[in-house]
């Protein structure tokens, strides 16, 4: 086993290993929970036009359970792309109570094509490229973050 795939087993084995609650909720730490367990990620916020449209551009590499959220003033039909970005990223896209919608996985680097939400989202996820099939992550799974005013799974 090469040692990076062994770096991406310890990752994801420590990510599926977080308990299904979080003792508290803090702006650099996001939740999924779901029919196939719970993660938690550390995570930069996207809050902001400007912010938003670096996102993560010309980061070459990211710990394997850390992410950013991309968090808008509202729903809204939103399409991201891969130009200037170096790491092959999951997205994961969704609504407004944070319950996932949609997962786009293995989004190439510095591909041109549009990555739309395919309905209206307020939040998105992007991750490590592999992450999100690895741990099981799909529509139906939901976020826990302080930046989700109405949250399906509310912050203690």
């Known amino acids: 086993m090469g040692s990076r795939?062994?770096?991406?087993l310890t990752v994801v084995a420590a990510v599926t290993a977080a308990p299904l609650r979080a003792a508290e909720c803090r702006d650099d730490t996001l939740w999924l929970r779901g029919d196939w367990g719970s993660a938690r990620f550390r995570v930069s916020v996207a809050d902001d036009a400007q912010e938003r449209a670096e996102g993560l551009m010309n980061v070459r590499q990211m710990p394997g359970a850390t992410g950013m959220l991309f968090?808008?003033?509202r729903e809204?039909?939103?399409?991201f792309w891969m130009k200037n970005t170096f790491l092959p990223l999951d997205m994961i896209f969704a609504d407004s109570s944070g319950r996932v919608l949609k997962v786009h996985r293995d989004a190439v680097p510095h591909d041109q094509t549009p990555i739309p939400s395919g309905q209206?989202?307020?939040y998105v996820l992007e991750i490590n490229a592999g992450l999100s099939?690895?741990?099981g992550i799909a529509p139906g799974s939901v976020m826990q973050h302080p930046a989700i005013e109405t949250p399906a799974w509310p912050c203690e």
Do not use: K
């Open 120 to 122: 209206p989202v307020q």
């Open 76 to 79: 809204q039909p939103v399409a």
């Open 71 to 73: 968090a808008y003033e």
């Open 5 to 8: 795939t062994f770096a991406l």
């Open 133 to 135: 099939r690895q741990l």
